[in-house]
């Protein structure tokens, strides 16, 4: 038996994160294109799974159009790199940006059609840190070759 049909895209709505503050990892940091061929820088950040709060796993965007003179808003993408832990005044490319912990601070309104929308207001620098601890080279144990099953 044969299935047919007609293609369909998707229908993708974006959860509403709940205003508050959320510890979260930089997941990315680009410039894209979209469809229509205008510029735009997007952050993608992950509500950390490792801290006890609300919506872990959530991923959380905030983009930045250009204007109408092809310029970002600088001094905003700017605040987002100090509270990724870029130095004041030091240069720094969005890729370096990423695996960053931060404080994302969501503020939301409500639409003239009634629909309720999250945005990012603003960014700070965690207050868990990151809580991944490198390895110490002096911590490990010598390995000794056979106990290698291979």
Same mark, same amino acid.
């Given at each position: 038996?044969?299935?047919?049909?007609?293609?369909?895209?998707?229908?993708?709505?974006?959860?509403?994160?709940?205003?508050? &503050?959320?510890?979260?990892? @930089?997941?990315?940091?680009? !410039?894209?294109?979209?469809?229509? #061929? /205008?510029?735009?820088?997007?952050?993608?950040?992950?509500?950390?799974?490792?801290?006890?709060?609300?919506?872990?796993?959530?991923?959380?965007?905030?983009?930045?159009?250009?204007?109408? &003179?092809?310029?970002?808003? @600088?001094?905003?993408?700017? !605040?987002?790199?100090?509270?990724? #832990? /870029?130095?004041?005044?030091?240069?720094?490319?969005?890729?370096?940006?990423?695996?960053?912990?931060?404080?994302?601070?969501?503020?939301?309104?409500?639409?003239?059609?009634?629909?309720?929308?999250?945005?990012?207001?603003?960014?700070?620098?965690?207050?868990?840190?990151?809580?991944?601890?490198?390895?110490?080279?002096?911590?490990?144990?010598?390995?000794?070759?056979?106990?290698?099953?291979?």
């Amino acid at each position: 038996m044969s299935f047919y049909g007609k293609a369909s895209k998707p229908t993708i709505r974006a959860k509403i994160i709940p205003a508050g &503050d959320y510890e979260c990892r @930089v997941a990315s940091a680009m !410039e894209r294109v979209n469809e229509d #061929g /205008v510029a735009f820088i997007e952050f993608q950040f992950k509500v950390r799974d490792d801290v006890d709060q609300n919506c872990k796993g959530d991923i959380i965007k905030k983009r930045f159009k250009q204007d109408a &003179d092809g310029n970002y808003k @600088v001094n905003k993408i700017n !605040e987002f790199a100090f509270a990724c #832990g /870029v130095e004041e005044g030091a240069d720094y490319q969005l890729e370096e940006l990423v695996g960053s912990c931060v404080i994302v601070h969501i503020s939301c309104f409500t639409k003239d059609t009634g629909e309720k929308v999250g945005y990012v207001a603003y960014l700070n620098p965690s207050k868990v840190g990151d809580s991944a601890q490198p390895l110490n080279p002096d911590d490990l144990s010598d390995i000794n070759a056979d106990d290698i099953p291979f």
